[in-house]
C-alpha cells in the first residue's frame, strides 16, 4: 500500500519491494504516519532524508527501514 490511502489499522509495518516512494516511485525505506490522521506516507532514502526535519514532528510514527541499503565497498 502505498499514499495517504487507507487507515492505519492492520498495515505491516515491514516495507517490502512493492512499496514505492510516494515522490519519486523508487523503492520505499522510510513510513510515516502522520498523527494528523491523513494517513501514511511512504518514502525512498533520498525523500525521507529532504522531509524527515520538517515532517517527522508531524508523525505519530517514523518507521526507517534505510539500514537494509547496502554500500558499494
Not at 523503492?27 to 506516507?41: D, F, H, K, P, T
Request: proline residues 3%; aromatic residues 4%.
Amino acid at each position: 500500500m502505498t499514499g495517504t490511502t487507507g487507515t492505519l489499522d492492520n498495515q505491516p509495518t515491514t516495507l517490502t519491494a512493492l512499496d514505492r516512494c510516494d515522490r519519486c516511485g523508487a523503492q520505499a525505506y522510510v513510513r510515516a504516519a502522520l498523527s494528523s490522521g491523513a494517513g501514511v506516507l511512504l518514502f525512498c532514502n533520498h525523500h525521507a532524508r529532504a522531509v524527515e526535519d520538517s515532517l517527522r514532528p508531524k508523525t505519530i510514527e517514523w518507521i526507517d527501514e534505510s539500514d537494509r541499503l547496502v554500500t558499494a565497498k
